[in-house]
Every structure is written in structure tokens, then in C-alpha cells.
């Protein structure tokens, strides 16, 4: 009887072992850049996102500033066409223990047309701890790898 109980701990274990790592499997956290080639000089007008927090916008100042970006902020009513170079972000905040940023996309375009883009999204990470972060690092990692620091 005892050799019977030790056949089924096995495939118990197993399945566990898989049913635990399909659960992690789901709980991702993705981030892509599409890098922007921005001449060096040329300004980046901000089409400015009201629905965004304003420390999120202060950090990407910051980040363009410190990259040797020269920026303008443009109204929300700003078409990306209206600035040869044009930056629009959209970041997203919730909720799961406390507050943190789980969604941010940065989009170039020259000339009205996509140029590149940056988007970090923690939207399904489940029971990661890894979407806990302090968000102007991130912000300033997307920056940076969206448009590299411009060289003197």
C-alpha cells in the first residue's frame, strides 16, 4: 500500500510543479523600444496628456534634459504633424497593495509619421513583485533607449 501512496505523489508533484509554472508563465512583464533616430539639435515637441500624472511628465522633461534634447510642450489639441519631431506618452497607474505605474508608451514621429516607440507594460503581471517599481527610473530607462543621449 505504501508503494501505491508513493506512485501518486509523484504526478502530484509534477502537476503542481507545471500548474505553478503555468500561473508565473502568466504573470509577465514586457518592454519594447523601437529606438527613434533624431537628428542632433532638432527639438521634441511634448503633445501634452492631461491624463497623466504631472510627476510622470516632470520626470520625462528631466530625462529629454538630460539626454541633450531640447523640448516644447505642445496643448493637448496638438496634432503630431504640427512639429517635425513630435513625442505623445500615455502612462497608466493601479492598484494591487499600493500604487504603481503599469503602463507607459512613448511614441515618436517626424513629420507626423511613427519614428519609433517605447512601451513598458506590467498590465498582466499578476503576482510578479517585479511590477513594483519606482516609476522616473523607468521612465528614464524608456527615454533614454527611445532617444539615445546625443553626443557632443
Do not use: H
Request: proline share 5%; charged share 20%.
Amino acid at each position: 500500500m505504501t508503494k501505491a501512496i508513493l506512485q501518486w505523489k509523484v504526478p502530484i508533484r509534477t502537476a503542481a510543479a507545471l500548474a505553478i509554472a503555468a500561473l508565473l508563465s502568466a504573470c509577465t512583464i514586457t518592454q519594447q523600444v523601437n529606438p527613434a533616430k533624431v537628428a542632433a539639435g532638432a527639438e521634441v515637441c511634448v503633445v501634452e496628456n492631461t491624463e497623466v500624472r504631472s510627476g510622470f511628465v516632470e520626470e520625462l522633461k528631466r530625462s529629454l534634459e538630460a539626454n541633450g534634447y531640447r523640448y516644447r510642450m505642445l496643448p493637448p489639441s496638438a496634432q503630431v504633424a504640427d512639429c517635425t519631431i513630435t513625442m505623445t506618452y500615455l502612462a497608466r497607474w493601479s492598484w494591487d497593495l499600493t500604487i504603481y505605474m503599469s503602463y507607459a508608451r512613448l511614441q515618436i514621429f517626424e513629420n507626423g509619421t511613427p519614428a519609433g516607440d517605447a512601451v513598458y507594460d506590467s498590465t498582466r503581471g499578476g503576482g510578479n513583485m517585479g511590477k513594483f517599481i519606482d516609476a522616473e527610473p523607468k521612465i528614464r530607462e524608456l527615454v533614454t533607449q527611445l532617444l539615445p543621449p546625443l553626443t557632443s
